[in-house]
């Protein structure tokens, strides 16, 4: 007697629409091919009952089918026909190693610089980095994506991130609401980047599971975070002392990254600063590994770039009258 199976297939990172296809043309073809099965969709998931080898064929060829868009951007009726026929599956999609992860809706997160491809690389050898350099340049959004991708490969349980909450040359005065409401403005950059990543419903289980952590600097103290996927983001406006105190969080098969942008410093005195200082204390140490980031390296709107470019002209003689970094005659460590 044949079993039945039912199975639900998750189809992360696809846009619901391409894979369907207009008007569910591609679902129609697609559970054509396969009689035997009852085939219901639901947003990036499938429901599935029927025999239970038949049921794996298809989830077998649901994967490369979603392999294949991902690498190429598209899904045609003559695509599905080739994957249905067991002409590739999951294995045969063509690896780009630029690639980091992939995000919702299709999006396709990669190395896009030579210094993200070198943070990238950097991540294979060292379990501390150092990422640094001018707005822009992607050094949040790529650590972000490392660790979304340490997450889905289980290298990690969890991952935790986290900034100082220094307001950017204002005061925002007493904020309404509950500890998470007030500490929200200062930690929206790194729900957008998840955002991008994972799709909405599950990173709100992982926040509400604590797989997802996004706190404060201050919230670090006396914890030791072992299994964990680590960022500090906007490490410019931390102290040497905070700076310290995070560092030495380091647990068990942990991985940290430390971003940051000189440039940018709203302490109240920019020599309080504790990342420069840092990374000349720790540069030399092993297994520890620092990238600098410069102007090539922003992916932003054109426009930012030459922003940054005025304002370090503006700034005049470099860092030791202005405060400024002069990322553009930063050497990138590489070697």
Known sequence: MTETLGREIAVEGVDPRELYGAQNVYLEQIKALHP????????????????????RRFAARMEGLAAYYLKYGHISPQVIDQCFAGGFGAADAPADKDVIVYGNNGNIVRARTVNQQWLVGLYDKCDLLFAVGPAGSGKTYTAIALAVRALKEKQVRRIILTRPAVEAGEKLGFLPGDMKEKLDPYLQPLYDALNDMIPPAKLQKFLEEGTVQIAPLAYMRGRTLDNAFVILDEAQNTTLAQIKMFLTRMGRNARFIVTGDVTQID???????????????????EGIGIVEFDKRDIVRHPLVKHIVEAFDRHAGAGPAESGESDTENTETKNE
């Open 36 to 55: 035997a099965l009852k085939i219901v969709a639901r947003g990036q998931s499938l429901k599935v009952l029927g025999p239970e080898a038949e049921t």
């Open 267 to 285: 302490l109240p005195r920019r020599s309080d600063s504790g990342l420069v200082r840092a990374m000349e204390i720790l540069r030399r140490v």
